[in-house]
């Protein structure tokens, strides 16, 4: 079957870099997410990119595709205390989506 | 304000009870799904609806039902043959179920076993 995997935990300063790696497997994937979801929360669409680019920024998130590797990464810039969260790589498969096992990321001043 | 409303926030179900988790959505999209998520575990499909009164089993639809009579609402009924029930049951949307499938989230439901 299709799968997403992620890291599990990445820890950042505030005010550093925050990059969290996914990779997919479905080389048929046309969009790939990436989704925000705060404790007891549900899932918060962040950006997404089109299987044809390899870039997009959006303020201070900054998506890389690499489509040869199925990799996919967020940056997330100048990291705030509000970005802990856990982050979600989705990728589409035949009209679904597949999920990754989410990225916990904790922000210490 | 246009979203997804999911009710209740929090339900407890007793040994050989069904419950009804409740999906309604304003977005006028054609598309609605049921995950369940499990800690440390990413979303699983259970059910998902591509237009009004027509949808199909997910990956773990097993011990679960729904139905989609109107296009805003896709309830999710957990069944006694549900031996796990304890999760938290998201419902989300998407316009279509073609192409930039964007899919819109509710805020959840917890379920606990009694």
């Known amino acids: 079957g299709e799968d997403v995997e992620q890291s599990l935990f990445l820890s950042v300063r505030e005010g550093d870099s925050s990059v969290i790696n996914c990779t997919y497997t479905?080389?048929?994937?046309?969009?790939l997410y990436w989704y925000k979801q705060e404790p007891g929360a549900g899932l918060q669409l962040l950006t997404y990119?089109?299987?044809?680019?390899d870039m997009k920024q959006d303020q201070r998130l900054t998506v890389l595709l690499n489509k040869k590797d199925k990799h996919l990464s967020l940056r997330i810039a100048d990291t705030q205390t509000g970005d802990s969260a856990i982050y979600f790589c989705?990728?589409?498969?035949?009209?679904?989506?597949?999920f990754g096992a989410g990225t916990q990321v904790v922000v210490t001043p | 304000d246009g979203g997804i409303t999911q009710s209740p926030k929090y339900l407890f179900r007793k040994e050989g009870q069904n419950v009804t988790l409740s999906c309604e959505q304003n977005?006028?999209?054609?598309?609605m799904y049921w995950y369940r998520q499990d800690p440390g575990q990413g979303l699983r499909l259970i059910y998902y609806s591509q237009i009004v009164n027509d949808f199909q089993k997910g990956d773990i639809a097993e011990g679960y039902s729904v139905s989609r009579e109107k296009k805003e609402s896709f309830p999710l009924t957990v069944t006694s043959a549900q031996k796990n029930p304890t999760a938290f049951y998201l419902c989300?949307?998407?316009?279509?179920?073609?192409?930039?499938?964007?899919?819109?989230f509710g805020a959840g439901t917890r379920l606990s076993v009694l």
């Open positions: 989300a949307s998407s316009e279509t179920y073609l192409a930039k499938n964007i899919q819109y």
């Open positions: 989705a990728a589409d498969s035949w009209g679904k989506l597949q």
């Open positions: 479905d080389s048929s994937s046309t969009y």
């Open positions: 977005l006028n999209h054609d598309a």
């Open positions: 990119i089109f299987s044809n680019m």
